[in-house]
C-alpha cells in the first residue's frame, strides 16, 4: 500500500493490474484517485518470457501474497472493475472466486487494457460504470 488513507469506502474501485504491479483507483464521475499501489514481490526471475514449444500456459501466475493483498485492498469498495493486459485481470478475478468470494461477487466487469495513464483509466472507468449503472437500474443514475 502506498500510504494514502482509503476512506470514505468507494462506490466504485477500478484495479489496473499486470503481473507486477496494482493500481487500486476509487472512480466517480468527476475524479479517478489512486488510493493503494500494491507490488508483487520480486522472486529474482525478471520479466518472465515463455519459450515456444514449452508445455504449458505461456506464463508463470501471479503470486498469491501479491493477489491476497490486492483481494483485501479492493474489499472495501461496493463494485469493482478490474482492468490489465494479458490474463492478470482473469487471474486476481479467479484467486478472488476461490479465496475471497465475498470480494469476488462485487466485480462487474474484466476489461483488457495495456498499461495506461491516470487520465485514460479515468476516461475508461467513467464509460465503463455510467454503462453498467445504467444497465443496472434502468430509468436512473446514481
Not at 496494482?22 to 520480486?42: C, F, G, Q, W
Not at 462487474?108 to 449503472?133: L, Q
Request: glycine share 8%.
Amino acid at each position: 500500500m502506498n500510504g494514502k488513507d482509503p476512506s470514505p469506502a468507494p462506490w466504485h474501485l477500478v484495479v489496473w493490474i499486470d503481473h507486477a504491479v496494482a493500481h487500486l483507483y476509487a472512480s466517480n464521475r468527476e475524479k479517478v484517485e489512486e488510493i493503494a499501489t500494491i507490488h508483487a514481490p520480486d522472486q529474482g526471475r525478471g520479466h518472465v518470457h515463455h519459450h515456444a514449444g514449452t508445455p504449458g500456459p505461456g506464463h508463470v501466475p501471479p503470486d498469491s501474497h501479491f493477489l491476497t493483498q490486492v483481494a483485501n485492498n479492493a474489499s472495501v469498495a461496493r463494485e469493482i472493475l478490474i482492468i490489465g493486459p494479458s490474463t492478470t485481470p482473469h487471474d486476481l478475478h479467479s484467486f478472488m472466486k476461490e479465496h475471497a468470494p465475498g470480494v469476488a461477487e462485487r466485480v462487474v466487469g474484466i476489461e483488457p487494457m495495456k498499461r495506461a495513464s491516470e487520465r485514460e483509466i479515468h476516461e475508461f472507468s467513467r464509460r465503463f460504470f455510467r454503462h453498467h449503472d445504467l444497465m443496472a437500474k434502468p430509468g436512473s443514475e446514481r
